[in-house]
């Protein structure tokens, strides 16, 4: 794969962001675009935000006035994307994370808030290449099967973390 540059900001105070975070991130990144065969230069931008944030995203952008957990906003359509002719690379598009939507849905779910952050980063960046699962059936599979198939290459498996469920 060629280069990827992942521009990641943090525009929440809520959570303290754990070190390793931007680096798990980044790798996600890497691994959709590698998984995928993406081999043409490209430029991400992640924004880590705050519950009340992401919900007025969530209702400007989808019209639904509710928190959700992650935001992915395509710079291409049907697999063609705007190239930066700055840099030469192909501009995927913008990944929103609420980062105390990932805290809560980490213990929820009861694994660690890396496999979250990650979960939620490949989600979106299948989103960016075009996946969608919102009409469900076939679709929501492939995607689905897609994103534990990369997780799961990057040691983000679903074992349940007993100290996400339980607190001890």
């Known amino acids: 794969m060629e280069k990827l540059k992942v521009q990641i900001?943090?525009?929440?105070?809520?959570?303290?962001?754990?070190?390793?975070?931007?680096?798990?991130?980044?790798?996600?990144?890497?691994?959709?675009l590698s998984f995928e065969k993406f081999e043409?230069?490209?430029?991400?931008?992640?924004?880590?935000?705050?519950n009340q944030e992401i919900k007025q995203l969530n209702a400007e952008f989808r019209s639904r006035d509710m928190e959700t957990d992650v935001l992915s906003f395509?710079?291409?359509?049907?697999?063609?994307?705007?190239?930066?002719?700055?840099?030469?690379?192909?501009?995927?598009?913008?990944?929103?994370?609420?980062?105390?939507?990932?805290?809560?849905?980490?213990?929820?779910?009861g694994?660690?808030?890396?496999?979250?952050?990650?979960?939620?980063?490949?989600?979106?960046?299948?989103?960016?290449?075009?996946?969608?699962h919102e009409t469900g059936g076939l679709e929501a599979a492939k995607m689905r099967e897609k994103e534990e198939m990369i997780l799961s290459r990057l040691g983000l498996t679903r074992d349940v973390d007993l100290e996400a469920v339980t607190g001890k």
């Not at 525009?11 to 890497?30: A, D, M, N, Y």
Request: hydrophobic fraction near 40%; glycine fraction near 8%.
């Open 74 to 109: 395509p710079l291409g359509e049907n697999g063609v994307f705007d190239k930066n002719e700055d840099t030469g690379a192909y501009m995927l598009g913008d990944i929103v994370i609420s980062v105390e939507k990932a805290v809560s849905q980490a213990k929820l779910y």
């Open 40 to 50: 043409k230069p490209a430029e991400v931008s992640i924004s880590f935000v705050d």
């Open 111 to 132: 694994h660690s808030f890396q496999r979250e952050m990650g979960f939620l980063t490949v989600h979106s960046m299948l989103h960016l290449l075009g996946y969608d």
């Open 9 to 32: 900001s943090n525009r929440q105070k809520k959570v303290k962001i754990p070190s390793g975070t931007r680096l798990l991130l980044r790798r996600c990144c890497h691994a959709v």
